[in-house]
């Protein structure tokens, strides 16, 4: 069960964490995602879950809002630098060989790495997840500067938008 195996065992899930502490879990509509057992598992664990509605994805989901776009930007570039490669492995027929699963693990940490840190946390932001409740964080709904650029990558350029794929 996966509040068992993942969610329970996160850092900060309960050891170390104060008395009373509660955590919250965004997840969208999907029926599976609001079952009375993950409901129970999630309350028990001192966790809320918080439903996005259906069709809101693009302005409530936080990889949807600004760290699709640059990763998958990454991704592409660990690709066609691979595709590039004169030397990649052929089958016995002559065709190229497909990218192996540790090849594509690696190009996906490393695509990863390169989305950087702060626009993570603006995402987060953006979506209302993490922002102060005092409202001094609020201006950050509208500013579409904060994640015009999501990758520490050379010379491409990622504009703001929406990445719902």
């Known amino acids: 069960d996966w509040i068992e ?46 439903v996005v509605p259906g069709g809101m994805t693009s302005v409530l989901q936080p990889l949807d809002v600004s760290i699709n776009k640059p990763f998958k930007e990454n991704m592409r570039q660990e690709y066609e630098e691979w595709i590039r490669n004169p030397d990649r492995k052929k089958t016995p027929t002559g065709r190229l060989q497909k990218a192996s699963a540790s090849t594509v693990a690696t190009w996906i940490s490393n695509a990863w790495k390169r989305v950087r840190p702060e626009v993570v946390v603006k995402s987060f932001k953006k979506c209302c997840i993490t ?14 500067e904060s994640t015009a650029s999501g990758s520490s990558s050379s010379g491409t350029e990622d504009s703001p938008s929406s990445d719902s794929e």
Do not use: I, Y
């Open 131 to 144: 922002n102060c409740l005092d409202g001094s964080e609020d201006d950050v709904l509208w500013d579409t």
């Open 5 to 50: 195996v993942v969610w329970k065992q996160r850092p900060g899930a309960s050891l170390g964490a104060p008395e009373g502490t509660k955590s919250m879990l965004v997840l969208d509509a999907f029926r599976g995602h609001l079952t009375p057992e993950v409901k129970e598992g999630l309350g028990a664990c001192n966790s809320d879950l918080v």
